[in-house]
């Protein structure tokens, strides 16, 4: 049974945005607003039929009373003709997906003459209401992304160009007087938000008279803008506007007062030159800089989506999700994803009617990058509430050859272990992007760009799609068609799932990422993001955060700037930080540890705030006294050794180590030529530390170890002897679990058992895991009027009173409470279970 609703309220190192911004001489932000129960007196008031269509709670999507997994395909209806609608359709239905994903583009229902035309008295693909109502009538619901800025490798990342000629004043200089090189705009330039309402009132009665009701498919989401400051991101343009600047200095006077002083010598003088200070800092404070103007642009990219949501309201649309998409990959990885998520929190943490998205291009998920995706979860979990689910808006599903080139392909398997990590976390929607190709029409009048078209990437778009500009199904359709209808058959045992966490959690700082604005060629500036940027997060070279998923760890992630820790709820946390951590946060980890906390920390001991501001609280606590930090150098191969608890484990090299002075607790790595410990296991009031001070490689013997000495032991585990193979588990409301098995090597297949807290799981049967494969096996579940003790095999369909699997190898196992019955199985009884041993592919278990 499911709870009551709740109260309405790219190719391996292939970079797609790389590569199709390449096409452009200048080189997406979801957001979408649920009604929560907390949350009513914050919301607009909904009519009777919209009342309770679309909500959310406990982390689950509730759609028409239910709760869902939403699974999606983004088509551009803009770059196919009229006549094309239906056959795309048709290939998202033959996928198995049920909603349709589509940006619609200011710049393409502005007309030449500067009229908007959404009803296709233009040009038939501009009737909006039409496509939508082809997407209704097929039964499909609809997440509508109007932007104003769209991406999507559209001229002027989606806004007219018009609008930047008419109103010159909206496009900022950057540092040092330096011209934009992107179509990033001032988001809250008076001039620019005036269009965009004019915008918003042409797009939004459209999807308003389009929102979702019970028993008729619609409009389930709307997403406000794409990628919110992403383009001054990547070219590191803050985009400073006279309104932009008026807005900061006020925000400095306000939060620093009478100490301004302290912190900027161009405190007291007149405001043009404190604008020129700014535009162009000196060293001695560029740090404190790229810090303030970071975290000042949160809160003003807040007052953004507040603005777009007024005016989504006065267009009609209301009571349903609006979502901001996260942007942040590239090269295959996501180690730059989580600036994003430090960027756009204060848009939609914490806020009634907000779910954020990912927005990932990671190609084949493999060794190199599956902590990546891993990550992005796990922050973007940190910092959402406890209501709001986590999302992926724009999922790569295609093969990554974005220049179509024939220079990429991911592999035919990606995209099920992608989407099944992703479940396996708690995504509850899940859109697949690009999923249909199209082509860039001409635009109304020639501008003599080239190739006059509304796109950078020539006549045809989307190469790299399950289904081509043609219409045809590429070599990636398959793969989605298999991984959109196995979690089609898996919802119901999905959409009220959460992950189940060990007794170890990362600490995420949203503030390691504010380096998105940082001043060129300033020393103490560029000290800071050499730093943070080779420790934050994950640890240096990925280590920490790797070792403990490849570990056996099913480790969340904590927001350390949320407020203190009680180690009663984390028992053990696991730290990746520099020389730079904020003060208030080293003072919390002092209490944590204190209070009984356990604590690894990888990196350096910090010893500095994050203006550059010498602060050694931790090091006080610690006993630690920082003496040097040694590197390696030409000839000289930099080498720790390891002692105490880690004793026996090899020497290895390393490329920089902090050497301290320790006054007490045991030295456990030190450095071969001088001795001098890096590594520290240090009694801390009531609890303990083990401080790494190098960059020590993924060895899992090593860091194992350290969790170990800690008291923390993954609960879940198997047999597998190669790396590469992890398992996580999630727990529904009805108090049924699925175990989430991952193999992400290449061609080495495993055969594992599984226990839990030295427990066998599965009756000590032997799973097969075949390289590159993702399984989603029960535990205890309830489906199709059976009560699945387990399966050594993954549920592929639900009935009445039936259930259909697919084996992961040669056979497998299903244990039944009660009576079930299987067309030739061997059946045997053990404890009141039936247990059907089966030898075929694909078969049916039947209730009694």
């Not at 809250?188 to 269009?195: H, M, R, S």
């Not at 949160?298 to 009571?319: C, I, M, N, Q, W």
């Not at 456990?668 to 960059?695: H, Y």
Request: aromatic residues 8%.
């Amino acid at each position: 049974m499911h709870p009551a609703p709740p109260t309405p309220v790219e190719s391996t190192g292939a970079n797609r945005r790389a590569v199709l911004a390449g096409m452009a001489a200048a080189p997406a932000a979801l957001a979408t607003g649920i009604v929560t129960a907390s949350a009513s007196a914050a919301t607009p008031s909904q009519d009777s039929d919209t009342e309770a269509a679309v909500t959310f709670r406990d982390r689950q999507l509730w759609i028409d009373g239910e709760p869902t997994v939403v699974m999606a395909g983004e088509i551009h209806y803009f770059r196919l003709k009229r006549t094309d609608w239906q056959s795309r359709l048709d290939r998202a239905k033959e996928a198995g997906l049920d909603t349709i994903a589509t940006y619609i583009p200011w710049m393409w229902h502005e007309t030449g003459d500067g009229s908007l035309d959404v009803t296709g008295r233009t040009r038939p693909e501009r009737d909006l209401g039409a496509f939508l109502d082809l997407c209704r009538d097929n039964g499909f619901r609809i997440i509508a992304r109007p932007g104003p800025f769209t991406m999507a490798e559209l001229k002027g990342e989606g806004v007219p160009e018009r609008v930047r000629k008419d109103h010159p004043e909206i496009v900022g200089t950057g540092w040092d007087g330096a011209k934009a090189t992107t179509a990033a705009l001032d988001y809250l330039a008076p001039a620019y938000l005036k269009e965009v309402r004019r915008w918003y009132a042409a797009v939004m009665p459209v999807l308003a008279k389009r929102l979702h009701r019970k028993g008729r498919p619609g409009v389930i989401a709307c997403q406000l803008d794409n990628e919110i400051g992403m383009l001054a991101w990547v070219s590191n343009g803050p985009n400073l506007t006279p309104p932009l600047l008026r807005d900061f200095n006020d925000w400095l006077d306000t939060t620093y007062g009478d100490g301004l002083g302290d912190r900027y010598p161009f405190a007291d003088l007149p405001a043009d030159e404190r604008d020129k200070a700014i535009r162009a800092p000196k060293d001695m404070y560029a740090a404190a800089l790229m810090h303030d103007l970071s975290t000042f642009m949160r809160a003003r990219f807040a007052r953004y989506v507040d603005e777009l949501k007024t005016y989504a309201h006065d267009g009609g649309v209301s009571g349903i999700p609006f979502l901001i998409n996260i942007h942040g990959t590239g090269g295959g990885t996501a180690e730059n994803f989580p600036i994003g998520i430090s960027q756009l929190l204060e848009t939609y943490a914490g806020r009634p009617g907000m779910i954020a998205g990912s927005d990932f291009y990671l190609g084949d998920l493999d060794l190199h990058n599956v902590t990546d995706l891993y990550l992005i979860n796990a922050f973007m979990g940190a910092v959402a509430d406890d209501d709001q689910p986590l999302s992926a808006l724009e999922f790569d599903a295609g093969h990554a050859d974005y220049g179509n080139s024939l220079s990429a392909q991911t592999d035919a398997e990606s995209t099920w272990l992608k989407t099944s990590l992703c479940l396996a976390q708690g995504n509850k929607l899940l859109n697949y992007y690009l999923f249909a190709g199209g082509f860039n029409p001409k635009l109304d009048r020639p501008t003599g760009d080239g190739n006059d078209r509304i796109g950078i990437t020539g006549e045809r778009h989307g190469f790299a799609a399950p289904v081509d500009p043609e219409g045809r199904r590429g070599v990636s359709f398959e793969p989605t068609r298999r991984s959109a209808r196995s979690v089609r058959a898996l919802t119901p045992l999905l959409a009220t799932a959460r992950p189940e966490h060990d007794d170890l959690a990362l600490a995420f700082v949203p503030d390691h990422y504010l380096t998105e604005y940082h001043p060129p060629g300033r020393d103490e500036a560029d000290a800071v993001l050499a730093d943070v940027q080779a420790t934050r997060g994950q640890g240096p070279g990925g280590a920490l955060a790797r070792g403990m998923l490849l570990g056996g760890f099913r480790y969340r992630s904590v927001n350390l700037q949320a407020g203190d820790l009680d180690p009663k709820d984390v028992p053990v946390l696991a730290l990746a930080s520099g020389e730079y951590l904020a003060a208030a946060l080293q003072k919390r980890l002092v209490r944590y540890l204190e209070a009984g906390g356990k604590l690894v920390l990888s990196g350096k001991v910090p010893g500095k705030d994050m203006a550059g501001a010498t602060c050694t609280v931790l090091q006080d606590a610690l006993g630690l006294e920082p003496e040097k930090t040694m590197t390696d150098a030409d000839q000289f191969w930099l080498s720790v050794s390891a002692h105490g608890w880690a004793e026996g484990i090899a020497e290895i090299r390393v490329s920089k180590a902090q050497l301290s002075a320790a006054s007490r607790g045991t030295t456990i790595l030190r450095e071969i030529t001088t001795d001098k410990g890096c590594g520290f296991d240090i009694p801390v009031g009531k609890g303990r530390a083990v401080v790494v001070a190098t960059d020590y490689r993924c060895d899992l013997d090593f860091w194992m170890g350290a969790f170990r000495e800690l008291g923390a032991r993954p609960a879940v585990q198997h047999s597998a002897t190669r790396p590469g193979v992890f398992l996580l588990t999630t727990r529904d409301t009805d108090g049924g679990r699925l175990l989430h098995a991952f193999n992400v090597t290449s061609g080495y297949a495993e055969d594992v058992t599984v226990t839990e807290k030295g427990k066998a799981l599965f009756g000590g049967e032997r799973l097969r895991l075949p390289g590159r494969s993702a399984a989603v096996l029960p535990l205890g579940v309830k489906a199709g009027g059976l009560r699945i003790a387990y399966a050594t095999a993954e549920i592929t369909g639900v009935g009445d009173d039936w259930v259909t699997f697919r084996t992961l190898g040669d056979g497998a196992v299903v244990a039944v409470d009660g009576p079930a019955r299987c067309e030739g199985a061997t059946i045997s009884s053990e404890d009141g279970r039936t247990v059907l041993r089966v030898k075929r592919r694909e078969f049916t278990v039947r209730k009694g």
